[in-house]
Structures are given as structure tokens and as C-alpha cells.
């Protein structure tokens, strides 16, 4: 695939038990950077041994090791103290991102520091997890503590690889579990480059452990594994409903964030210029690799010739680049894969709708994975481009009559993420916003996401929240403890 530059690629280690760590069968694979098609980096390529020994350092940090043993507060102290770390390297792990990943810079500089406030939250909350007094009618002193579930594994995916690190890591350490955390194999570098800082910071052995890796060969044996207690996992649904199945056989907690269908839905009596930029926006940021991207974008039949040729008027001035440059506003994919995932779905949407721009590869670039901002329009509703998450830059546009069909339409998706409703009339938008079949909904914009509110799916989109108080719930179990004080024998026999 890569005719790449081999030479100069930096070869990288793991992390596990505080040490850097090369595969056990020694072999590595290529990253590389997608828009050259070169290659950049070879890491270790985990398998199952390497998790085991991932899993033992955690397991081990966790029951006897120093982590095990750590306050909430000097847990919270090192999470402020690796925040302050990202934040002093913020352009270069930018830099490293944007190259590994082909999002803009100017997206990634946001992405990182976004990852440097993931921390500082979690820092603060770790001295705020709580347990209660039970109100139980006997002579007794019934309590509910809030314990770290234990060994965390964390499989994340490529289109935000250290912010998605970052929202698996921080509530988990936060809450006094310990991690082995295996990144998208197409984009391991930035959380390896946070590794470096992990002794520096605080951080003892065994604590977080990252594995570089495959899906089937690394990703599996974490799932599989006995020792493992919990599994937080965001990517596709695919993958998600497998590893479903796999934890079942260990009763392992699991969380899924699997991405979506999401609409972003205009009424005819929204801000025509905000909407078309809503619209847009919410398509395309990050090349639309985006897991709640809205990739169906509804729109009230008044409008709808209008919004349409507005929007492709507009999306012509989407300014494609190498991702490193300022101006940059749409990189290429993340891999090969993905541009054959998308050009695929291109291909098949000029058989399934109408094409308003777009529909292939960004013909001006030789080399990298660069397909055109595309919107097809007429779509069904029931068509794959409606129906099928594409994670790219590729809308289908959807007319509608009125408020009940758009809120049909909307729900009609097996996913349910995210949506957005554009309009002035708050009383028609908040009986969408109540109605909507979805995790997250916004009025008058979307995307936005903050670390103080929860995220995560409804229907297939998944299931558990991340962020917020919510992204800690999901690593902590809670123990019932009664204490009798009462002195007398129970007195049954
Ligand atoms: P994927 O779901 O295969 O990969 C995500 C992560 O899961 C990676 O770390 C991968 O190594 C791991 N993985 C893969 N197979 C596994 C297995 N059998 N057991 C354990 N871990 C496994 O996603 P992929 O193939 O990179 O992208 C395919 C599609 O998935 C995209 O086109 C998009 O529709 C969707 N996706 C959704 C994301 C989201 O944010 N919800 C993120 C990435 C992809
Ligand atoms: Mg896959």
C-alpha cells in the first residue's frame, strides 16, 4: 500500500508496567501519515501474549501496587499534573496528531486542548466520588461505598485518537481503576507520546498500559480476558455487537459508544445563513469522521430548493489540504480503507439519489487518502446512504412536510447519538428536542461537546455515557455495607 519513506519513519514502544515495551514477537507495523501515504512510524504489533502482560501489570497495580493504594486526592494531583504536561506540549502532540490522523491542525490544536481539560475535570472529580447512608428501619448503620470496578481495557478509535484516550483514561484513573488501553492501529502515536510523561507525572507502573495493535489479534484477547473488568469500547457497531457477545462469557461491564445516522433537522422558519453553516458543519468537521455526524440533514420542503443550492454553493469553498497547513479546512481520510469505505458509498449514492457536488476523489491530489465534500439530495430516507454510517464527508439531504414527518424521519434510523433541530419557534423545538430518539440533541447548532455533560447512544448507537459525572459511574461498583448495632444475639434458633 505505502511506497513510504522507511528510513526516517521512528519506531515507537509500548507501555506496560512503566516500561517501554516491544511486542513479544518482536514484529511492528507501518503508521502512516495519509496525506502522503508514507510512512511515519512502526510500532509493536501486539497479540495475546502482550496482553497478558498488560492485563498482569494492571491487575497487579490495581490489587497491590501503588495505584491500588493511591487517595483520591493524589490521584486527582497527577491527573492535574499530566493535564499541565499536554498542555506544555499541546503543538507538538497537535503536530503529531494532525500528520497521524490527517485532521486539520487547527481542529487538532482544539482536540488537544480538549484532551488537556478531559484531565483537569477528572483531576477535580476524583475527590468528589461519593457513597450514602441507607435509611434501613433496623439498629443499624447501612452504607453504600463506591469502589474503582478494577481493571478497565479501552479500545478507541482513529477520529479523535488522544481525545478519545483522554475520555476513556481520566474517569477510569479518576475513579482509581487501573487501564490497558489499545488505540485504533492507524493512529497509536499521541497516546504513546503521552506515555513518555506518565512517571514524570506521577503516573506509578502498571497504572495505564498501552497496547499497539490489531482489532482481532490485540483488541480481542483484551475483551476475552478473565482479568479484565470492565470494557469501554467506541467504534463500529460491528465491532461493538462482537465484543457484546465476547464479554458475555467473563460478565465483564461494557460500555459502547458506536457512532450513528444522526439528522440535523431545519424547519422553514430557521436562520437561513446559520442553518446552511449548521449544516454544513455538522457534515464535514473532522472530513466528517465524526461519530455524531450530521450526515442526515432534513430540511422542510418550503426551503428546501434553496437550502440546497445554498449549501452546495457554499460547500464549494470547503478549502481541501495538506492537514499541517493554517488554512487547511478538510484533510484527507484517515486511511485506505476508509477512502475505499467512502468512495464506495459515493458510488453507490449517485445509483440511490441525486448529486448536488462531489461524489469521488479530490482529483487535485496525487498522493493521500482526499475524496470531495459530496451531497446528494432527494434521498430516501430507507436508501443505504440514509440508513448506513459512512464516516466521511457525505450528506444526504432529506426533504420533509412538516414537524411530524421530520420527527418521523429522524427516528426512523437504528441508531440513535445525536440530533440537531434548527428553528426559531421554541415551542416546536423543544417538543423535537423531547421526542427525538437520541443521547444528544442540540437546537440551533451542532457538534459542540463539552466535558461537563454526558455523551453517548440511545438504540444502536450504543449504550453507558461518557463525560461528566456519568463518564465516572461506569467505573465504579457500589457496596452495600450494614453494620449491626445492635449488642443482642439475632435470636432466631
Ligand atoms: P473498528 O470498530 O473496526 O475499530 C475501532 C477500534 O476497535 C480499533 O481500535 C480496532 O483495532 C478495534 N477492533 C476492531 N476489531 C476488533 C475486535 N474484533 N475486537 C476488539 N477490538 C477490535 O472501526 P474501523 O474498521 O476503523 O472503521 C469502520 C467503521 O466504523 C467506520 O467507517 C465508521 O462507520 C465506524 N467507526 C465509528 C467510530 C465512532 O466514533 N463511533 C469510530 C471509528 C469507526
Ligand atoms: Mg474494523
Sequence with gaps: MATGVKT????????INGEQAASASGKTFDVLDPSTEEVIAQVPDANATDVERAVAAAK???????????????????????????????????????RNSGKPIV????????????????????????????????NALSLSLREPVGVAGQIIPWNYPLLMAAWKLAPALAAGCTCVLKPAEQTPLTALEMANWFEEVGLPPGAVN?????????????????????????????????????AADTIKRVTLEL????????????????????????????????????????VERKIYPKFV???????????????????????????????ERVTSYQDLGKKEAKLAIGGGRAKAFKKGFYVEPTIFYDVDNRARIAREEIFGPVAAVIPFDNEPDALRIANDSPYGLAAAVWSRDIYKALRMVKALRAGVVWVNHMQPTYVEAPWGGYKQSGFGRELGPWGIEEYLETKQVHINLNEQPIGWY
Excluded at 521512528?10 to 507501555?15: E, I
Excluded at 484532551?115 to 468528589?128: D, P, S, W
Excluded at 430557521?270 to 461519530?291: M, R, S, T
Design 309 to 339: 443550492d445554498a449549501m452546495t454553493e457554499k460547500a464549494k469553498r470547503i478549502r481541501l489540504g495538506p492537514p499541517l497547513e493554517r488554512e487547511t479546512k478538510m484533510g484527507p481520510l484517515v486511511s485506505k480503507e476508509q477512502y
Design 60 to 98: 497487579a497495580a490495581f490489587e497491590s501496587g501503588p495505584w491500588g493504594q493511591t487517595t483520591a486526592q493524589d490521584r486527582g494531583r497527577v491527573l492535574f499534573r499530566l493535564a499541565e504536561r499536554i498542555r506544555k506540549e499541546a503543538s507538538k502532540l497537535a503536530e503529531l496528531e494532525s
Design 107 to 138: 481542529e487538532a490544536e482544539f482536540d488537544i486542548n480538549d484532551v488537556a481539560t478531559c484531565f483537569e475535570y477528572y483531576g477535580g472529580l476524583a475527590t468528589k466520588v461519593m457513597g450514602h447512608v441507607n435509611p434501613v428501619p433496623d
Design 259 to 298: 457512532g450513528g445516522k444522526s439528522p440535523n433537522i431545519f424547519f422553514a422558519d430557521a436562520d437561513f445563513e446559520a442553518a446552511i453553516d449548521g449544516a454544513l458543519f455538522g457534515v464535514f468537521i473532522n472530513q466528517g469522521e465524526v461519530c455524531s455526524a450530521g450526515s442526515r440533514i432534513l
Design 210 to 246: 498501552i497496547i499497539t495493535g490489531f482489532g482481532e489479534t490485540a483488541g480481542a484477547p483484551l475483551v476475552q480476558h478473565p482479568d479484565v473488568n470492565k470494557v469501554a469500547f467506541t467504534g463500529s457497531a460491528a465491532v461493538g455487537k462482537m465484543i457484546l457477545k465476547s
Design 8 to 15: 526516517e519513519a521512528r519506531t515507537y514502544q509500548m507501555m
